[in-house]
């Protein structure tokens, strides 16, 4: 069927990765317009996107933006397309053929991802025993790649237990590798300690040549969660990953970092804050993820010891505070920008986003073109 195989198991688990009310429409509606009058390649998938003629046509009242840019599409069959990925995904915990395949998929990411940046360098180039970290592992497939590129190197991995509706982990045993299973978004040492919470595992002076995010939340988590962490888990994930890799980060280490809606605010705000103590490059998988608004920042060179890598884990542990025990207010205060603030932003860090995300939007808009649930779409995009 059209909709086989779902592109990738953190991808298609992802619940549409929909930007919330938190997100500001108003902020994506400033940087959307910013980047289609700097870049033909965005101006082309934004037109694919609203499954219009015209590339320069006006782009979309904000009501309708939360909608497009949470999808990546404006069309009710898109909506089933991906309802079958999900419906795969979700059913691929009892099914072994489809966890093998979403394991085979991971690694050719992992393999081509390191193919075209080299992102698995930083092991090789270790004078001593290279060190991984692995927030998200299941179902393995990047890990055993990463550990392949050198058997010297050692893992520490995390990943929620199958009991918790976690996928199975079908990297072969290895003796230089430790897993634990758990909820990471319960670590609270380093945040505070509060009742309930787990204590820390990893210790302070626990440093990591390479860091891998690409964690997600799952829709097959058989623990209900309380109805406020619903809308902020997400938050939650994504802000755990960040702090905790940074703060266990060698001088010079790697950050991997699976990121979605490159035009909202958050994630604007994240490339940013990378680009100021770090080499930051973008990749995208031009099949596995090729329709989706997913993509995985790079981080090189990274320097935990500059300010403003010590500035945003701070920020981060702020915001995960704020949306563990924050009122929908203060969430919201804390998540949201003025436009002043998304007009600065576009002015410091919009010239080198669009050149190091020109290749992003051109996979997707060619994906889009194709794709069973865009038609009468513009076809083709300038230099």
Not at 120 to 149: Q, R
């Amino acid at each position: 069927m059209d909709s086989w195989p779902p592109e990738t198991p953190q991808d298609a688990q992802d619940t549409v990765a929909c930007p919330k009310d938190h997100d500001n429409a108003r902020a994506i509606k400033i940087i959307s317009e910013y980047l289609s009058e700097n870049a033909q390649e965005f101006r082309t998938l934004a037109a694919l996107r609203q499954k219009v003629h015209c590339p320069r046509s006006p782009l979309l009242t904000e009501k309708r933006l939360l909608t497009v840019y949470a999808k990546g599409w404006e069309n009710p069959a898109g909506d089933e397309f991906f309802r079958k990925q999900r419906q795969v995904a979700d059913q691929s915990r009892d099914d072994p053929k489809t966890c093998r395949i979403f394991y085979e998929m991971m690694k050719n990411i992992a393999h081509d991802m390191h193919k075209a940046t080299g992102v698995f360098d930083i092991l090789t180039s270790s004078t001593n025993d290279p060190k991984i970290l692995d927030f998200c592992v299941a179902p393995g497939g990047y890990l055993e790649t990463s550990m392949w590129h050198d058997p010297r190197a050692q893992a520490t991995a995390f990943s929620l237990g199958q009991d918790q509706g976690g996928h199975e982990i079908l990297m072969p045993p290895n003796p230089r590798m430790t897993i634990k299973f758990m909820d990471i978004t319960m670590l609270a040492a380093g945040y505070g300690h509060h009742a309930n919470f787990l204590p820390r595992e990893l210790a302070p002076d626990q440093f990591f040549d390479l860091v891998i995010c690409d964690g997600q939340v799952l829709r097959t988590n058989v623990h209900a969660r309380a109805e406020y962490r619903e809308s902020r888990e997400a938050t939650r994930l994504t802000l755990t990953q960040l702090a905790l890799g940074l703060e266990h980060l060698t001088l010079g280490g790697t950050m991997v970092v699976l990121l979605h809606h490159m035009e909202t605010w958050g994630t604007l705000c994240l490339m940013r804050k990378m680009h100021q103590f770090a080499s930051v490059q973008l990749f995208k998988h031009p099949k596995c993820h090729a329709k989706r608004s997913a993509f995985y920042l790079i981080a090189t060179q990274v320097d935990p010891r500059f300010p403003q890598a010590k500035e945003a884990i701070e920020e981060w542990k702020g915001i995960w505070k704020v949306a563990t025990f924050g009122s929908e207010e203060a969430y919201r205060d804390v998540t949201h920008a003025s436009d002043a603030e998304v007009h600065s932003l576009l002015k410091d860090f919009g010239p080198h986003l669009v050149e190091i995300a020109r290749p992003i939007w051109v996979i997707q808009a060619k994906a889009l073109e194709k794709a069973p649930f865009v038609k009468g779409a513009p076809r083709g995009w300038g230099p």
